[in-house]
């Protein structure tokens, strides 16, 4: 019954700064938000399309997607309302495009409406998208808690240059969703009551929600697992050690979801040098002088034990992979040679390739050094890792120095800094990475040649190791244009495998599962990484 | 004494001041406008003979010290002259200043404020050596010893810090420090008051032995009457930044003429049960007033037991009375008109130095 | 009683002791003195010689610790002052003993306007509330010669000149008509023509308020302006003891006789050299075992090195009345005393 | 006092200094903790000869050696990758020590040096005074981002990473925390302006430079000592912030205040881990205290004179 | 006294510019991107557009003087709308965070009362701690009060807060369960319980803050009575037969006062600059959690804000200690 249950408290450790997911892209800000904000469909746990807004999902079979992969149509549910009591129409929809899509806005979601020529009302029901060009995957717009239908009444002020201004509407938005805002406090808390004209009448359980945020994640875990002061705490990342103790406190538990976050070491493969001159390190132009070496670089894997990371690193919450893409399973390629750590393997390689141990015990070849400078962002795991890579790494000879950059400056991107990791002014460095959604294509795709970063792009670029091999590139072509999901996957894994068993240019360590805390008067708790873990609070209920 | 025998030889003069004044501004307002001045020196002249000591008395913040610093130009000056051996202290260029240094020196109040406590004896009565030769560090210590010796400090101090010292022999340590460099002229400013009576006669003893070893000149500022008759040869009495009176010692004490310096020393206590009890004491009522706001006319106006009209309204210039004697005061006419405003105009006869009779 | 009437105030082999790092130091040696009603009785010494805290052992206002009373009694009236509970001390303090400090110008507490702390004795002794205060306030000022009194109890301490201050301490003083008045060299701080006034002002409240004053100086003058009886100290110990004209017309000590030769005066014969006190004042360590003065005395012979001379009366008389002196030569044989 | 006392051979200021330095009990026992500390991370690693850094490449016994309580092997036992408490806390503590010394020393000669200069010369103190409020004012944070971005690579290349990262964190945490020291010894220096044997030194004719030399800054030692000593815990926290902003030492690189921050994590089930550098930390910041409370008395020519 | 006052705000005015104009290039020149908070997953053309929506890319002189116009007239105008009920700010461009997109004033506005309360109780209640403790131990110097005190001190200076914090969290909150280790800004003190409530939640944060303060000012507390104790006129009260508590409470501690009031005024910025890792600790989200994310995730439209409203506390509480120790003390005045 709705209401029934009083309130719930949910914990983010990284505060939520606004509720409108089209001007922020922080994670915690569209999960947040998606409590209140829906798209048309998301998707479910196991990464499954399903309709949220609308009576069917679009699909060839029954006509939503056009033959030609040009257009998209979009039956909205009859009878929704907003929580404010007005009817949801298409006219929202087609709003909520042109809210984004406006070139002044500077929507944080515009990615999900690439390709997307018209978004026009048929009906006050039906919506039909138009694209480009023939798109193979084009249930992305308005697909996922990226992207959640905004009220026109609402926004209609707040288009273009216009839309920092409605603050009040930024942060009190008019939803579909089970819960509406009563209280925005800026990346503090959030408070929510049921929404009286939420389709399901008998949901929410809760009458009230809480979400605040700040602090850290092992604060937050033991709020939930140790004092029991909150019923959810989000992305309780911590050590196994302190998850063991937690979990057995009794007062909750923990649950694990796999995505597609990999941790990985990305090598560079050209020359950060820094006796080169600004402007040519770490460029295509000097290609890096040791890591260029295949075999150096599938040594250097070798010597990982991974499953010890894992160990000390997730405990539950990982698994050692040899993928860029883990999943969805399609997606994934089947390797595994990499899992199991081969020394002696490493250092035959690195002897074969000339690199032979000297006086003080590191390689050296042509009066070489093997000396790699290894860089990560703040984080107590990969400082973790560092140590451990670094100390098997010396075991093969290799001298390694270590470098950490605050988070703010490694993710940031700012071209004037030397400490991006886009710069990468390193020879090899460590970080996470997924893509939203299911569907791999643009994440893939990132590694041909023409997306390295350089100074002329003002160091923007995902191919981040400088990767560039034709094939690759007219593999990645080819994908675009490919539909079929089999075909498609086919393609997936063979780019995947190139990037990493083939090259050894990325070499992936850890598939970080996401791990999230409840109280064990918590029910209906359905960890999603495809979607919002938001995704199902009007499932929620309290234990009794 | 003075005109009792006079002089044979004729006395040059080595200090002469003209119409010293030095201001201490006061800043007051938004913009820290210059409203008004701590008039610490009103304009004053006097002229210090070679080889004699002029006293300089009056009451606390009436200005002795100000005039004594001044007279080293260790304060700019806000207007007026010193002219020492001729050349004018007052226009010195600094590098100057710092070549003339050497000749005039100066003995300051408190012996244990005036010495840096982290300093031994030896480095403190070197530091003007330091600064103003370039000899050795041997013959610099050999010059210490020989000033420890003079000034009669055993040489075993030397290592010693000046806590360790009673307050007269710091006070020698000044003396010593004062000496170093051969001085001619030595400001003393009140270099007994903190001392003890059984130590302040060692130290004027000290002096004025030294006075007479090496010829020194001295401005002898204090405000121990009974002291500055002892020691001076002339002396100059000073009220609110003014000279009331600058007479020769014996004139002065047996018949002061200005009303201050009268008061001033019916004032002084005599250590004579049966004396005291029959003196006859001029008690002024009141306060001094600020420097800052001096009054109109005679600055002593306010206090004066005699005062007239006339003094609330002109201001008395100081003006030589009797032969050898100078007063600022309306009550007290001059006897010689042309010689007012100023010492210049006459010999000053020098009393004489070594021949004071020994009685 | 042989010599006039009962002492206000008896003090009896009062003994002082610092107990610092470097050992204790006996700053009072056994003083004994007593103080008849209405006298003035001048204390003078040189500095160190133990008269500030003779005085403020009697009223316990020395820091303890450092300082401690080891020995002796301190009678006022039929009371031994050094006996009581320190709240029977604090009624006897201010009231019946009033205190002038040395130094004016820290004396008064500077953030607290004189209106205040002159009323604060006659609240604290005399039961006043604020309006009776503040009259006797007024009453005080105008007593201690400070014109205006009404507008200067507003005024906080630096506004006031460094004689101002100094009356304002006789004041607050001289609040609660203490029979005993105590001023430690009140005027030492001050110009010759500010002293001048002050010594006029308490010659004058003495003869309208007939209170027994103890008055400590080294001015050997101003001792002679005003002082009835007077004591030399050296050294933690009162070295004579006689009335003032006696003390001047015939000093015994050697101490006393040096003291006097060196100061020079405004008038009177000019000297051509000072006469000076060689040597230093001794270092107060141990309770001493020989004469103090020894070192820099012209008379001293073996016995003065070997013991310390107890005061003995000069012709008839006993200690502490008429004339007496600590010291083994005697000056009116100009031989060794027996 | 000295002056009768037997004619002693003549001792040095700093003699003295320890003469009365001696008499400080908490003084004595502080610097005796403190030179124990100091003899702890720079002897001791000469005699518990075990890689602070070093991890058991072999990943079953590295399992096994990890998280181990304090035993005859571990003397302090092991953290949570193997590694040897006792070493790393010996390592980490030359490089806290010695950049809490460092940084202290460049944050007091800055200090010292605008705090003479503004209450000596009367012209410049409003100027200096208010870049004193000024860098009170900035954010420390971004101040410090900035210089590691502007300075971190040359320094580097200069000096090695390690020296180039001391250099920058010492001259990072000296530059942001002299404003105290300042404000403390300019109104030393403009009350002692006012003594006479700075006027005495004058009427010499000694000029400025030496006059501060000679007069000033031997007078102000007092304050600066207690300002030095706050400096040194001031500079060790500081130090274990900075390396949470990755602009501090490299990773692998122990240091006190990393420790107890890392240790923190495992404060529940391993206690004795935040509690080794803790301690450390505390009794390093006890002792300089002391031991400048000692330095202050010793120093101070009124309590040594007595 | 006032034409001190006006003339110390005159020229605290330039002053004050200048630190705006350096505080602003130097968060600019900062390394760090508002895009770092941006996932990984958003492609760079997207974050291009973004940035260039936020008016990132504008010359850096444009921004300052945009921020200065925003700063000096538009938010006062604001303010005075608000007051007043006009509406002459209306379509004027106010601060705007980058990061929520909000404006900055009103962030501010709605931080204001948890850093007050838990900031300013902990300064407030380490002052009461602090005075006392300073007193007695000086008027009982080297006692065993004393020493420990001073133990407790040094122990409070070393030893950081993000340790105490999470000690005390452990104990109070996991073991004991007393307080709750997460501060709620949202509880409204209505009656008794949401009082008891608030009370508990700031417990934990104010006992770290206060001990820190309280270690601090205790010591200067000490060593001005130490000073104060031996002074003439504290002899000049006893002889006139006060009590000692009188003594020491009246005369010596008032004086003591005049040096430590402007220590503790120069101390009550630091309240509106937050206690930063005090804060995050217990999620108090006050001004400095504020200024600390938006540092990280180079907002800096934020962080000039704050760090300017911060340099002008600074500046005008220099002033305000200044005129403090002449009102306490009738030596000094300003004219
Ligand atoms: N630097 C200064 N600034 C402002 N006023 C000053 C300064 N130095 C001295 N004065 C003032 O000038 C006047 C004369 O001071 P000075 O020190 O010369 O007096 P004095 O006669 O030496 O007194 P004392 O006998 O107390 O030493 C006093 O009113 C004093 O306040
Ligand atoms: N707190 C103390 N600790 C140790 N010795 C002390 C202390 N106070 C005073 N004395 C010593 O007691 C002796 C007597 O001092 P007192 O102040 O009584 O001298 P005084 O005769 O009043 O001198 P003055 O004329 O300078 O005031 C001195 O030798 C002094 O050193
Ligand atoms: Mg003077
Ligand atoms: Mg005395
Ligand atoms: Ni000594």
């Given at each position: ?12 450790s ?32 196991v990464?499954t ?12 079979e ?63 029901l039906?919506?039909?998208?138009t ?47 089970p819960?509406?805002v009563?209280?925005?406090?800026v ?31 092992a ?45 990985r ?14 402007g ?25 034990d991974?499953s010890l ?15 860029l ?8 390629s ?42 990560t962002s ?59 959604g ?29 990767f ?28 995947n ?16 599962g ?31 | ?6 002089s ?126 370039d ?179 002109v ?45 | ?12 082999g009062?003994q002082?002791?610092?107990?610092t ?93 004189i ?22 306030a ?6 201690v ?40 060299e ?18 004058e409240l ?17 001792i ?18 006689a ?44 309770a ?51 | ?96 020590i ?34 004193t ?28 990473t ?52 000679r ?9 600066i ?41 495992y ?25 400048g ?14 | 006294?006032?034409?001190f ?19 602003f ?7 760090g991107s508002?895009?770092?908070?941006i ?14 929506a936020m ?32 509406s ?34 902990s ?30 001190a ?50 934990m ?14 010591r ?22 006060l ?11 008032r ?34 959690a ?39 003390d ?6």
């Amino acid at each position: 019954e709705r209401g029934a249950d009083g309130n719930v408290k949910v914990l983010y450790s990284q505060a939520v700064s606004i509720m409108n997911a089209y001007l922020s892209s922080g994670t915690k800000d569209v999960e947040v938000g998606s409590i209140v904000l829906e798209p048309l469909a998301g998707f479910d746990e196991v990464g499954t399309m399903f309709p949220r807004l609308v009576t069917e999902l679009p699909s060839l079979e029954n006509g939503g997607i056009a033959e030609d992969l040009t257009s998209v149509t979009w039956k909205i549910t009859p009878g929704l309302l907003w929580s404010d009591g007005t009817a949801f129409t298409a006219d929202d929809v087609v709003f909520t495009a042109a809210y984004c899509m406006d070139p002044a806005g500077g929507c944080a979601q515009l990615a999900k409406y690439e390709g997307v020529q018209s978004v026009e009302a048929i009906d006050p029901l039906t919506v039909k998208v138009t694209f480009t060009g023939p798109k193979p995957n084009p249930l992305v717009a308005f697909v996922g808690a990226e992207s959640p239908i905004l009220q026109k009444a609402q926004f209609a002020n707040c288009t273009g240059a216009a839309a920092p201004t409605c603050t009040e509407a930024n942060f009190n938005p008019i939803g579909t969703g089970p819960f509406m805002v009563t209280d925005f406090k800026v990346n503090d808390s959030v408070e929510f009551v049921a929404n009286p004209n939420y389709r399901d009448p008998a949901k929410p359980n809760f009458a009230t929600l809480s979400v605040k945020g700040g602090g850290d994640a092992a604060s937050a875990a033991r709020a939930v697992m140790e004092t029991g002061e909150f019923d959810y705490a989000w992305n309780t990342q911590i050590n196994p050690e302190l998850q063991a103790a937690m979990a057995a406190g009794g007062k909750g538990q923990f649950v694990t979801g796999f995505g597609t976050l990999v941790e990985r070491i990305e090598m560079n493969m050209t020359d950060p040098s820094p006796d080169l001159p600004e402007g040519e390190r770490s460029t295509a132009m000097h290609p890096h002088p040791i890591l260029s070496d295949v075999n150096v670089r599938k040594a250097l894997s070798m010597a990982i034990d991974r499953s010890l990371l894992v160990e000390v690193g997730y405990g539950a919450s990982g698994r050692p992979t040899c993928n860029l893409v883990p999943a969805p399973a399609i997606y994934a390629s089947p390797n595994t040679d990499c899992i199991a750590q081969d020394m002696d393997g490493a250092k035959a390689l690195l002897d074969a390739a000339g690199w032979v141990v000297g006086a003080d015990g590191v390689r050296e070849k042509d009066g070489k050094r093997f000396k790699l400078l290894y860089q990560t962002s703040v984080n107590p795991v990969r400082q973790d890792f560092q140590a451990l890579i670094k100390g098997w790494w010396n075991e093969l000879g290799v001298e390694v120095e270590l470098k950490t950059i605050d988070s703010g400056i490694f993710f940031g991107g700012d071209p004037g800094s030397p400490d991006t990791f886009q710069k990468f002014y390193a020879d090899v460095e460590m970080y996470a990475n997924n893509f939203p959604g299911t569907d791999p294509e643009p994440y893939i795709v990132a590694y041909t040649c023409d997306k390295a970063p350089k100074p002329e792009s003002q160091w923007q670029g995902e191919n981040i190791n400088r990767f560039c091999d034709p094939v690759f590139d007219e593999l990645a072509a080819k994908l675009i244009t490919t539909k079929g999901e089999a075909e498609r996957a086919a393609i997936v894994i063979r780019m995947n495998e190139m990037l990493t068993k083939d090259t050894y240019t990325i070499v992936p360590l850890v598939d970080r599962g996401r791990l999230s805390a409840h109280s064990n008067t918590l029910g209906g708790v359905v960890l999603n990484v495809w979607d919002s873990e938001m995704h199902n609070v009007q499932d929620w209920f309290r234990i009794k | 004494m003075l005109d009792a025998k006079p002089s044979v030889k004729l006395v040059t003069k080595l200090v002469e001041v003209k119409d010293l004044k030095m201001y201490f501004p006061i800043h007051t307002g938004l913009f820290r406008r210059h409203t008004g001045d701590v008039k610490a020196v009103d304009g004053i002249n006097f002229d210090i003979y070679q080889g004699e000591t002029l006293g300089l008395v009056g009451e606390s913040g009436c200005g002795k010290s100000t005039v004594g610093r001044a007279l080293l130009r260790l304060y700019e000056l806000t207007a007026g002259s010193v002219t020492i051996e001729g050349e004018d202290i007052a226009t010195l260029e600094p590098e100057a200043l710092r070549k003339k240094r050497p000749m005039m020196q100066m003995v300051f109040q408190d012996p244990q404020a005036c010495l840096n406590p982290r300093m031994t004896v030896a480095q403190i009565v070197s530091e003007p050596l330091d600064e103003h030769t370039d000899w050795s560090a041997d013959q610099k210590l050999a010059k210490v010893y020989e000033l420890m010796d003079a000034v009669g400090l055993n040489r075993v101090f030397a290592n010693r810090y000046p806590h360790a010292f009673s307050g007269g022999q710091r006070q020698r340590i000044g003396i010593a420090r004062a000496l170093a460099l051969n001085p001619k002229f030595i400001v003393c400013d009140e270099p007994i008051a903190a001392l003890d009576v059984s130590i302040q006669a060692q130290v004027v003893n000290l002096l004025e032995d030294l006075q007479e070893k090496l010829g020194l000149t001295y401005l002898f500022i204090s405000h121990d009457l009974s002291m500055v008759r002892h020691i001076a040869d002339r002396v100059a009495v000073m009220y609110l930044g003014r000279i009331a009176e600058i007479s020769p010692r014996e004139p002065l004490y047996a018949d002061p003429l200005h009303p201050y310096a009268k008061a001033l020393l019916s004032a002084v206590p005599d250590p004579d049960p049966s004396r005291e009890a029959t003196r006859q004491r001029i008690i002024l009522k009141g306060d001094v007033p600020s420097p800052s706001n001096p009054p109109k006319g005679c600055n002593f106006c306010t206090r004066c037991p005699e005062v007239i009209p006339i003094c609330r309204e002109v201001k008395p210039e100081l003006a030589e009375v009797r032969p050898g004697r100078f007063v600022a005061c309306h009550l007290v006419p001059a006897q010689n008109n042309n010689a007012a405003g100023s010492t210049s105009g006459t010999t000053v006869q020098k009393h004489n130095q070594q021949g004071e009779p020994e009685q | 009683m042989p010599d006039g009437a009962k002492p206000v105030l008896d003090v009896r082999g009062l003994q002082t002791v610092f107990r610092t790092r470097g050992g204790d130091v006996h700053a009072v040696n056994s003083v004994s003195f007593h103080l008849e009603p209405g006298e003035l009785l001048g204390v003078v010494g040189e500095s160190g010689s133990g008269k500030s805290v003779t005085m403020m052992s009697l009223i316990g206002l020395l820091p303890m610790p450092p300082a401690e009373v080891r020995e002796g009694e301190v009678l006022l009236g039929d009371m031994d002052i050094l006996k009581i509970s320190p709240a029977q001390l604090r009624d006897v303090r201010g009231r019946r003993i009033g205190f002038v400090f040395q130094d004016p110008m820290t004396s008064l507490n500077p953030v607290y306007n004189i209106g205040n702390q002159v009323m604060e004795p006659l609240r604290r002794h005399m039961g006043m509330n604020k309006a009776q205060a503040y009259t006797r306030a007024v009453e005080l000022m105008e007593l201690v010669g400070i014109p205006d009194p009404e507008r200067r109890l507003k005024d906080y301490p630096h506004q006031f000149s460094g004689g101002m201050r100094q009356r304002v301490m006789i004041a607050i003083a001289l609040a609660c008509d203490p029979e005993v008045l105590i001023a430690d060299e009140p005027t030492t701080a001050l110009d010759v023509t500010i002293q001048a006034q002050i010594i006029e002002l308490v010659k004058e409240l003495r003869t309208k308020l007939g209170m027994a004053i103890v008055w400590i100086t080294h001015d050997l003058g101003v001792i002679a302006g005003i002082a009835d009886r007077v004591i030399v100290m050296y050294a933690g110990q009162v070295v004579e003891q006689a009335p003032v004209k006696e003390l001047f017309a015939n000093p015994q000590h050697p101490y006393t006789r040096a003291l006097l030769k060196t100061i020079p005066s405004v008038t009177g014969e000019r000297e051509t050299r000072l006469k000076v006190i060689e040597g230093q004042p001794p270092i107060l360590g141990a309770a001493p075992t020989a004469c103090p003065f020894a070192p820099r005395c012209g008379h001293a012979f073996d016995r003065c090195g070997a013991e310390n001379p107890i005061r003995r009366a000069l012709g008839a008389g006993r200690v502490g009345y008429g004339h007496d002196v600590a010291c083994h030569w005697d000056a009116s044989k100009g031989a060794a005393h027996a | 006092m000295t002056d009768t006392a037997p004619l002693a051979k003549p001792r040095s200021q700093w003699a003295d200094v320890w003469v009365q330095f001696k008499t400080h009990k908490g003084a004595l026992v502080g610097l005796f903790v403190f030179v124990s500390l100091v003899l702890f991370v720079s002897v001791g690693p000469l005699i518990w000869a075990k890689d602070p850094t070093f991890i058991n490449p072999d990943g079953a016994t590295m399992i096994r050696t990890r998280n181990k309580p304090p035993s005859l092997e571990w003397p302090l036992g092991t953290d949570q990758l193997g590694r040897d408490m006792l070493a790393r806390m010996m390592k980490g503590g030359q490089v806290s020590i010695a950049v809490g010394l460092t940084a202290m020393v460049i944050s007091i000669t800055l200090g010292t040096f605008v705090g003479v200069i503004a209450g000596y010369f009367k012209r410049l103190d409003n100027v200096l005074m208010r870049v004193t409020d000024l860098f009170l004012a900035l954010p420390l944070l971004p101040l410090l981002l900035v210089m590691a971005m502007l300075f971190r690579d040359p320094l580097s290349k200069a000096f090695g990473t390690e020296g180039g990262t001391f250099l920058l964190i010492v001259v990072a945490i000296g530059l942001t925390s002299w404003m105290q020291a300042a404000r403390v010894v300019r109104g030393e220096v403009l009350a002692l302006k006012e003594r006479e044997f700075v006027l005495a030194a004058r009427s010499i004719g000694t000029p400025s430079r030496r006059m501060i030399l000679r007069h000033i800054l031997p007078n102000v030692m007092s304050p600066i000592m207690v300002a030095a000593t706050l400096g040194i815990a001031n500079a060790i926290i500081t130090e274990s912030a900075l390396s949470f902003l990755g602009l501090g030492f490299p990773p692998d690189f122990p240091t006190w205040g990393r420790l107890l921050f890392d240790g923190a994590e495992y404060i529940q089930q391993f206690p004795e881990r935040v509690i080794w550098p803790g301690v450390a930390i505390s009794l390093t910041v006890l002792s300089v205290n002391y031991i400048g409370d000692g330095l202050r008395d010793a120093l101070d020519p009124r309590i040594r004179g007595r | 006294m006032l034409t001190f006052t006006l003339r110390r705000l005159m020229f605290a005015i330039p002053t004050l510019l200048f630190i705006s104009l350096l505080i602003f290039l130097l968060v600019d020149l900062a390394p760090g991107s508002p895009m770092s908070q941006i996932p990984l997953t958003v492609p760079p053309d997207v974050r291009l557009k973004i940035m260039e929506a936020m008016g990132v890319n504008e010359p850096v002189f444009v921004r300052y003087f945009l921020w200065l116009k925003q700063f000096f007239v538009v938010e006062p105008l604001v303010l005075w709308d608000h007051w007043f009920g006009t509406s002459y700010s209306d379509g004027m461009q106010r601060i705007v965070s980058w990061q929520s997109r909000s404006p900055v004033m009103d962030i501010i506005v709605e931080r204001m009362p948890q850093t007050l309360t838990v900031i300013g109780t902990s300064y407030v209640l380490g002052v009461m701690i602090a005075l006392p403790i300073g007193i007695y131990s000086a008027y009982r110097q080297y006692s065993w009060f004393d020493q420990i005190g001073t133990f407790i001190a040094m122990i409070g200076f070393s030893v950081p807060t993000f340790f105490t914090g999470l000690v005390l969290i452990l104990v109070f909150a996991v073991n004991l369960q007393w307080f709750p280790s997460i501060y709620d800004t949202s509880l409204r003190v209505t009656d008794w319980d949401s009082f008891l409530a608030q009370a508990r939640q700031m417990a934990m944060p104010v006992m770290v803050l206060a001990l820190f303060n309280a270690a601090q000012i205790s010591r200067y507390m000490r060593s001005s009575m130490l000073e104060n104790l031996g002074a003439d006129y504290v002899r000049t009260a006893r002889a006139k037969g006060l009590s000692e508590r009188i003594v020491v409470l009246k005369h010596v501690v008032r004086n003591s006062m005049i040096p430590v009031v402007t220590v503790i005024a120069l101390g009550i910025p630091s309240i509106f600059g937050g206690a930063i890792i005090t804060e995050q600790v217990f999620r108090v989200n006050g001004l400095g959690a504020l200024l600390i994310g938006a540092i990280q995730g180079s907002d800096l439209p934020t962080v000039q804000t704050l760090t300017f409203i911060f340099a002008v506390l600074i500046v005008l509480f220099n002033l305000i200690a200044d005129i403090l120790y002449g009102m306490l003390d009738p030596r000094i005045r300003y004219d």
